[in-house]
């Protein structure tokens, strides 16, 4: 287990707690405990040791939504995903963060302004979201995204957000998907040297912050009416990818 100083623990428990409240449905939050763990371990190293704890976050998530998830969603985008996560995979032994970190912003931006786009002015692109190439170009880049830095949150969050799930579905839905991707990630992070004993260490103690973070979030979307909760996530990823760039 890595040693870290009495502040540095408080960081990683309430990075662990956030990454439970992205599970909720606050997708866009991902980048807060992505950004923490970065700092306190290295981006590549933090790949290895977020990822249990994203599988506790998960669970969870999947045992609070379960019943209002829509498969049909999910077996649309998980094939794409899956190629994705292969593609980041043989990546990671070539690219470093300088490379990836640059793109992936743009792409969520990008993304963020497309939905805002449909929010006000929905006949300009009502068709694109539900076009097979749109949820199969989306499920690749979140394959590749996660797979490089568990950072596919946001762009899971606006595919789903412009076919227009309502908030319950759209997190039981998120839950599935992220557990069997995550799930399937295990062995290519492994083989990367990524997650260990060391690590695994490290996420046993966490993981309870994931857990409470997931409860306090659970309650929130509970009180957050439609409207609210579909701008909040924009503005999540729109933050998120200004951040990326590395605008502040």
């Known amino acids: 287990m890595p040693e870290l100083s009495a502040d540095q623990w408080c960081w990683a428990a309430v990075a662990a707690a956030g990454i439970g409240f992205s599970k909720s449905g606050f997708a866009g939050v991902g980048l807060f405990h992505i950004l923490i763990f970065a700092g306190l371990f290295g981006a590549r190293t933090s790949t290895g040791i977020l990822l249990p704890l994203l599988i506790v976050g998960d669970v969870s998530a999947v045992l609070a939504f379960r ?29 470093d963060d300088a490379s990836l970190k640059p793109a992936i912003g743009a792409i969520v931006l990008g993304l ?22 749109f949820a199969v170009s989306l499920g690749l880049l979140a394959g590749f995204t996660t797979m490089l830095a568990n950072g596919a949150g946001p762009i899971v969050a606006l595919y789903l957000l412009a076919v227009g799930l309502p908030k319950y579905e759209f997190v039981g839905t998120a839950a599935w998907f992220f557990l069997i991707v995550n799930v399937l990630k295990m062995p290519f992070s492994t ?10 260490a490290l996420n046993a103690v966490l993981a309870p912050a994931v857990v409470v973070g997931l409860l306090v979030g659970r309650k929130l979307v509970k009180q957050v009416n439609q409207r609210l909760f579909d701008s909040l996530l924009l503005a999540f990823a729109a933050t998120a990818a200004l951040r990326i760039l590395g605008v502040f």
Do not use: E, K, N
């Open 112 to 133: 963020a302004v497309l939905q805002f786009v449909r929010m006000w002015r929905p006949d300009l692109i009502a068709d694109m979201p539900h076009a097979r190439w």
């Open 191 to 200: 083989s990367l040297g990524l997650v260990h004993p060391h690590t695994l």
């Open 67 to 95: 019943q209002h998830a829509r498969w049909d969603y999910v077996r649309l985008i998980l094939p794409p995903a899956v190629a994705g996560i292969v593609v980041g995979w043989l990546l990671m032994f070539r690219l």
